[in-house]
C-alpha cells in the first residue's frame, strides 16, 4: 500500500490590522498559495468584513482549496470607526490574544503549524510562537531603507544625530545610518525621530520592535535589491536570513500568469472602487492627468486641503483625485471655494476611492502626486510614473526622499505645504522636467518587472523562501 501523501507545509500569516499592512501580506499569501503552500490567514473582524463586501476575497481564494482564514476581534465592535488613534489599544488587545490563538491553531490535528509569517511589528508574536516550538518569519511592510533606518535609532542617538536640535537641524546630514550617508538629511528620517525626548513612547516602541525582529528566524521585505542595494546591504549584515521579493504586486502578477488556478490578483480593497474615474481617464489625452492620493489613513487639515486644492487648480493641469470620506481631519469640515469646484468640474475628477494599480497604469497618466506609502510608491515605480512626494508620516520621509534623491524620479515637497510650490512642483513634473523624469521612471520599472520575473532576483528569493519553509518540519 502507497503511504499517505504528505501534506504540504502549512504557514500561518499574521498582518496588521490596517490597509497598507493586509494589502501586501494578502499578496504574500496568494504567492505563497500558489506555489501550493497551505495557508491560514488571520484577519481582524472589520477588515474581513470590508474585504468580503468591497474586494470580494472569499470568491477570489476559494480558488485556493487549502487557503483559510481566521477571524479574530481588533478589540472594538465591528462598525466602531478606527484611526491610528486606535493603534495602541488594537495592539495590546490583539497581543493578550495571540497565545490562546496560536495554541488553537497549532493544537488542530489536521493542519499542523509549519511556520508563522507575522508582521514584523508584532514582535510578541516570535515569543508565544517559540513556546510552541513554531518558527516566526517577520515580514516588515515598509522599505528596506526606512527599516534601517528605525534599525539605527540607537547608533543616531549614541552619535548625537538624535535628537533633533530643532527647525534649524532639519537640513543636517544624517551620518550615522551606514550606507545612506549621501541621502539621508534630518528631516528624511521617519517620523517619530522627530522628537525632542528621546523617552517618546513612540519613538521607544519603533526602536524596540525593530530591534527585536532580530529574533525571528528571518526577514522578509516587500522591496528588490537593485531598488534598495545600499539599505539592503547592511540589513544583511543583521539579518542573514533576508528575503527581499518584491514589489510584490509585479512578483504576483508574474507568478499568476505563469500558473493556474487564479486569473488575476484580488483587489485587497477596503473601501467601494469607484470605477467611474476610468471611464473618465478614457477620455483624456495621453500623458495629459497627475494622479492625487495619499493613501488609506493619511487626513488632511482645513488649510493644507485649501492650499492644496488651489496649488493643484492652479497648475492648470487635469487631474484624478482620490479624496477619502474620512480624508479631512475631524473638525476641518467646510465649504471648498466655488471657484476651485469649477475649475475641477472643468478638468478634474474626484472619487472617493480609485482601483489605482490600474489608473497609474493608465496611458492618460504621466505623474502621481502621493503621500509615499510604501505600497504606493512600489505601485508607481512598477507602472513607471514620476511622483511629487508630499510624505506624511513614518516612513513616508524616508520614502520620498529616495524617489528625489536615490532614483530622481520625481520631487519631495516634504514638510511644505504652500499653493505656488504645489502649482510648481506639479507643472515641473508634467512639463519642463517631464520627460527627464519619465525616463528615469520607465529605466527603473523595467528593473521592477525583471526583478519579479523569471530569473529575477525576487522570483529566486521566493523560490529560496519556499524551500526553506518546505524544509522546516511541523
Ligand atoms: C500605511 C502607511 O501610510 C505607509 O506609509 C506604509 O508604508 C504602509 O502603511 P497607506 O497610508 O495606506 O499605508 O499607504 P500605502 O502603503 O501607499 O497603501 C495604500 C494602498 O491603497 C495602495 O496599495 C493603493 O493602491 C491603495 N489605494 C489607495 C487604492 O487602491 N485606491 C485608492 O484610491 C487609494
Known amino acids: 500500500m502507497d503511504p499517505p501523501p504528505v501534506p504540504p507545509p502549512h504557514v500561518i500569516i499574521f498582518p496588521l490590522a490596517a490597509q497598507g499592512h493586509v494589502n501586501s501580506m494578502l499578496k504574500l499569501a496568494e504567492l505563497l498559495a500558489i506555489s501550493g503552500l497551505r495557508i491560514t490567514f488571520i484577519n481582524s473582524e472589520h477588515i474581513h468584513h470590508r474585504l ?68 514584523g511589528i508584532l514582535t510578541f508574536t516570535i515569543d508565544f510562537a517559540g513556546d510552541l516550538g513554531v518558527p516566526v518569519i517577520a515580514f516588515r511592510t515598509i522599505s528596506a531603507s526606512s527599516f534601517w533606518a528605525c534599525f ?38 521617519p517620523s517619530f525621530c522627530r522628537v525632542a525626548d528621546l523617552s517618546d513612547q513612540l519613538l521607544q516602541y519603533v526602536t524596540t520592535q525593530t530591534l527585536q525582529t532580530t529574533a525571528a528566524r528571518a526577514l522578509i521585505l516587500n522591496t528588490f535589491d537593485q531598488l534598495e542595494g545600499p539599505a539592503i546591504s547592511q540589513i544583511r549584515t543583521q539579518f542573514p536570513n533576508l528575503y527581499t521579493i518584491g514589489p510584490l504586486h509585479s512578483h504576483l502578477r508574474s507568478r499568476l500568469s505563469s500558473s493556474s488556478p487564479s486569473p488575476s490578483s484580488a483587489s485587497n480593497s477596503l473601501w467601494k472602487v469607484d470605477r467611474s474615474c476610468i471611464a473618465w481617464l478614457d477620455k483624456q489625452p495621453p500623458k495629459s492627468v497627475i494622479y492625487v492620493s ?21 497648475s492648470g493641469r487635469r487631474f484624478l483625485w482620490v479624496v477619502r470620506p474620512d480624508s ?39 505623474a502621481f502626486l502621493t503621500h509615499s506609502g510604501w505600497n504606493s510608491t512600489l505601485e ?19 520614502n520620498s526622499r529616495l524617489v528625489s534623491h536615490a532614483w530622481k524620479v520625481g520631487l519631495d515637497m516634504k514638510d511644505v505645504c504652500d499653493r505656488e510650490v504645489v502649482e510648481r512642483m506639479v507643472n515641473e513634473v508634467m512639463g519642463e522636467r517631464q520627460e527627464e523624469f519619465a525616463a528615469a521612471a520607465g529605466d527603473l520599472a523595467r528593473r521592477a518587472r525583471n526583478a519579479a520575473s523569471e530569473g529575477g532576483s525576487s522570483w529566486d528569493n521566493l523560490d529560496r523562501l519556499i524551500e526553506d519553509i518546505r524544509s522546516m518540519k511541523p
Not at 165 to 184: A, F, H, N, Q, Y
Not at 294 to 314: A, K
Not at 333 to 357: F, Y
Open 380 to 398: 508607481s515605480v512598477v507602472a513607471g510614473k514620476p511622483m511629487v512626494c508630499w510624505p506624511f508620516f513614518a516612513d513616508q520621509q524616508v
Open 294 to 314: 495619499f493613501g488609506s489613513i493619511t487626513t488632511l487639515n482645513r488649510h493644507d486641503f485649501t492650499e492644496f486644492w488651489y496649488g493643484l487648480v492652479n
Open 52 to 119: 468580503l463586501r468591497h474586494a470580494h476575497i472569499q470568491a477570489h481564494f476559494a480558488a485556493f482549496p487549502d487557503f483559510r482564514f481566521k477571524i479574530i476581534s481588533d478589540g472594538f465592535p465591528i462598525d466602531h470607526p478606527r484611526s491610528p488613534d486606535h493603534f495602541m489599544t488594537t495592539f495590546n488587545y490583539v497581543k493578550s490574544i495571540t497565545k490562546q490563538l496560536f495554541e488553537e491553531l497549532v493544537s488542530a490535528p489536521d493542519r499542523p503549524v509549519t511556520c508563522i509569517i507575522a508582521d
Open 328 to 366: 479631512l481631519a475631524e473638525g476641518s469640515s467646510g465649504a471648498v471655494p466655488e471657484e476651485l469646484k469649477e475649475a475641477a468640474a472643468e478638468r478634474g475628477c474626484i472619487v472617493g476611492w480609485a482601483p489605482q494599480e490600474e489608473v497609474l497604469h493608465h496611458g492618460a497618466v504621466a
Open 152 to 189: 539605527c535609532i540607537p547608533r543616531m542617538i549614541e552619535s548625537g544625530d538624535l535628537p533633533l536640535k530643532g527647525d534649524e537641524d532639519m537640513d543636517r546630514d544624517v551620518t550615522s545610518v551606514p550606507g545612506m550617508e549621501d541621502i539621508l538629511r534630518c528631516r528624511d528620517l
